[in-house]
């Protein structure tokens, strides 16, 4: 049966996924399914989830606490330059499901914080399972990556010149046919 510890747990649970922002185009059965492949973690205070560079292996919702996300300084790798802070109903780590990429910043508690998980062997698990839910999701992370990857161009161009810019777009596409239009 259930207690009352157990039904608060699942109700905070499913105000975080029924609150994001990434998940807002999934009907709330598909934000369900999503929700049943994640994992709850619990992590103390001054606590890394992870570190940049290192292989990006899925997302987090925060349930409670508070994270940071920073990148080391350029004169000492001890040092982190703040970048931001995020509490519930907030997600980080986005862009490691559907893409094999590194983590871009380190990820910090900076009080108790206890997370949802979702791995790549979830999507892939909600891939198989539900395959609409999947696309619907993986469209989110890319609508997303894409609005930031417009105002980070936006912003460069600001501090540099408008041609600089955007041949480091263009540069850094592996051959034409891949550049970003």
Excluded: W
């Excluded at 292989?55 to 300084?73: D, K």
């Excluded at 910090?108 to 999701?137: M, N, W, Y």
């Amino acid at each position: 049966m259930f207690k009352k510890s157990d039904f608060q747990k699942i109700k905070r649970q499913g105000s975080i996924v029924f609150q994001s922002r990434l998940l807002s185009e999934l009907s709330p059965l598909e934000r369900y399914e999503l929700l049943q492949l994640c994992h709850r973690r619990k992590y103390k205070e001054g606590e890394f989830i992870y570190y940049q560079n290192d292989p990006g292996t899925g997302m987090y919702f925060i349930e409670e606490g508070t994270v940071q996300l920073s990148v080391p300084g350029q004169s000492d790798e001890q040092e982190h330059l703040f970048l931001k802070s995020l509490s519930a109903p907030s997600e980080f780590g986005t862009m490691s499901i559907g893409y094999d990429i590194r983590r871009l910043t380190t990820a910090q508690c900076i009080s108790d914080c206890i997370l949802l998980g979702f791995f790549k062997p979830d999507f892939e698990t909600l891939k198989k399972r539900h395959p609409e839910t999947a696309v619907k999701f993986l469209e989110a992370v890319s609508t997303r990556a894409m609005k930031q990857l417009e105002q980070s161009m936006r912003r460069l161009s600001e501090l540099t010149d408008f041609q600089d810019a955007y041949s480091l777009l263009y540069d850094s596409a592996p051959d034409n046919s891949d550049a970003i239009n």
